[in-house]
């Protein structure tokens, strides 16, 4: 089954608002084995929206149309929906006496504005709304169908899994997709799809599908059966080869995080953990209080920026400052080092770096990071080197800290 959606509202093309209907339809019509092949966003004008009809409508077997059914003049869906489908709008009774019912509820005045909202083309199929009070549409003409439903995301969302959903499957007898993903940091896209081609391979050969995700630092892997949960099992034993494949790279699946699968490592083990931070400036130490129950094992921070409290508070000597430079492994070392005997931890990890865009030179660039780990009784460091951008080196300085602490407490 192939939909199109089609996004209503000027807010849209400007920016003012940001399209996570779209995104987010696409995610769970795939689940249903629906495919969505477009997506267009048009403005609050009715020639606009007839060009959108008569450009989607012809090929595809559902148009999904989000916006323009709320109560002021320039929610104009309904009245271009007519004119296409060729149908006239009357007063809905049961949608009137439920708008009727919200605004009694909450003790407001019902204006001219909202009774009109009940008023819905004759013989649309009507999806109740249960979060709001602009109900949505479903027609049906020459065996496709349009759907119209309220751009407000909560109503779109609780109408589509309540009402939208269960109509599809049936009528177009949808078999359930299963999607399973599996989380990657500190391996490129193309790198990764080398590492493990021949592992791709089977899995395309066994009839699964497999899409490479990549984001800023991090590559998701999503396999997905057509066949719907039955080979669940199946795709989690080609995902536990993966792991044992690569087990500095992947971190989890879903939707874990790192802090998360940290914050589980360091619960079981019963380890505590404190950071002492220069270029990332106590982002590190929020991403993994971020969890909830970070208080478990999170004693603290110790935030150096300065070279003379990297000495004042961390005790890093001033000759390994002045000889290797406070960006250097040596200096990296100590603050890990250092630290876990200030804050009293069993596992301490620093961060030292030129963020940039200034302050780097021929042997010591912008992008230039040392991170030092103590753990089991050893400290050691690593050296990364990022960009020129400021935000992404640090952004990615915190990311592979986090992916290299989880990898070690893993190990340990």
């Known amino acids: ?42 403005a609050d004008d009715k020639q606009r929206i007839l060009e959108a009809l008569d450009q989607c409508y012809p090929e595809t ?10 109560p002021t003049k320039d929610d104009i869906t309904k009245h271009t929906l007519c004119e296409y489908i060729g149908t006239t709008l009357e007063i809905h009774q049961p949608t009137l006496t439920k708008i009727e019912a919200y605004f009694a509820s909450r003790n407001r ?63 177009f007898q949808l078999k359930a997709m299963y999607h399973y993903t599996a989380l990657t940091q500190g391996i490129g ?37 057509f066949e719907g949960k039955v080979d669940q099992s199946e795709i989690m034993e080609f995902f536990q080869e993966l792991a044992n494949r690569l087990p500095e790279a992947v971190f989890g699946y879903e939707n874990d995080t790192l802090p998360d699968v940290i914050g589980s490592i360091l619960k079981t083990k019963g380890k505590t953990i404190g950071t002492v931070e220069s270029l990332t400036s106590g982002l590190l130490a929020q991403q993994i209080t971020s969890v909830s129950g ?19 508070l961390c005790d890093v000597s001033v000759n390994a400052i002045l000889s290797e430079g406070a960006v250097s492994e040596k200096v990296a070392i100590e603050m890990a080092e250092n630290g876990a005997k200030k804050l009293g931890v069993d596992v301490c990890i620093s961060t030292t770096g030129i963020a940039g865009p200034n302050g780097g030179s021929v042997d010591k660039p912008v992008g230039l990071v040392w991170i030092g780990l103590c753990i089991s009784g050893k400290t050691v ?30 190990k340990g």
């Open 1 to 42: 089954m192939n939909i199109e959606i089609l996004a209503i509202g000027d807010e849209l093309l400007i920016g003012q608002t940001i399209n996570t209907n779209a995104s987010w339809l696409g995610q769970e019509l795939s689940k249903i084995g629906a495919r969505v092949t477009r997506s267009l966003v048009v």
């Open 61 to 70: 077997n559902c148009v999904i149309i989000t916006g323009g059914l709320g």
């Open 109 to 171: 005045p019902m204006l001219e504005s909202n009774i009109q909202q009940a008023a819905l083309p004759v013989d649309c199929e009507i999806l109740t709304n249960n979060y709001g009070t602009a109900a949505g549409m479903m027609f049906e003409k020459n065996g496709r169908y349009c759907v119209s439903l309220p751009g407000v995301p909560y109503e779109m969302k609780g109408i589509v899994m309540e009402e939208l959903i269960p109509r599809l499957m049936q009528r």
């Open 189 to 225: 896209e193309s790198f990764l799809a080398e590492q493990i081609c021949d592992w791709e391979d089977r899995i395309r050969e066994r009839g699964f599908g497999l899409a490479y995700l990549p984001s800023p630092g991090l590559v998701k892997l999503r396999i997905t059966s």
């Open 294 to 312: 970070a208080s478990d094992y999170f004693m603290g921070s110790l935030l150096t920026y300065s070279n003379d409290l990297k000495h004042r």
């Open 381 to 410: 460091a690593r050296k990364f080197q990022f960009g020129d951008n400021r935000e992404r080196n640090i952004q990615m300085t915190v990311l592979c800290a986090l992916n290299w602490l989880r990898y070690e407490l893993a």
